[in-house]
């Protein structure tokens, strides 16, 4: 009598390659708080060293979160003009029915970005950002490690 050839689970390669899978996985979730974080500190490099000038709203951009204006920013000497900047940072939150705001002061324009460049006032709250993006960077992927532990420990004493 023949026996059945071992489940791919069992084998060696397969756990190795489980393994991975879940490191890549944790390596994954981890993303969008670092980013958060990455981008708290941006803020407050822009804080400290970006160009001064006044931020001027064309549109925004709405979310379940709220909305976030874009416009044009004009540093104070006028030698920088950048369209297309987000202001998300404002400590205002703004809904899809109010009022499009008038000339903003005493804003900082950040570096450019991937896909935008964003504009920063002073009440930009980069601890509170970084914070945020360190537990989400931390919490996530030990929530993940949790489920995954579980699922395994469930799997277990449901074997013969």
Not at 26 to 33: C, E, M, N, T
Request: aromatic fraction near 6%; proline fraction near 8%.
């Amino acid at each position: 009598m023949m026996t059945p050839p071992p489940s791919p689970s069992a084998n060696g390669s397969g756990r190795i390659l489980v393994g991975v899978l879940v490191c890549v996985l944790l390596l994954l979730s981890s993303l969008p708080g670092l980013f958060q974080a990455a981008e708290g500190l941006s803020g407050r490099e822009t804080l400290v060293s970006g160009p001064v000038g006044t931020f001027t709203p064309v549109d925004r951009s709405c979310n379940n979160g709220g909305c976030a204006l874009v416009g044009t920013f004009t540093s104070g000497d006028g030698s920088i003009i950048r369209q297309d900047v987000v202001l998300s940072r404002d400590a205002v939150r703004l809904s899809r029915s109010d009022p499009m705001p008038t000339a903003i002061g005493d804003v900082r324009l950040g570096p450019s970005g991937f896909f935008r460049t964003f504009a920063y006032t002073t009440d930009y709250s980069w601890q509170w950002a970084v914070t945020k993006g360190v537990l989400i960077a931390v919490l996530v992927p030990v929530a993940l490690l949790g489920v995954i532990v579980g699922i395994r420990r469930r799997r277990a004493r449901r074997r013969p």
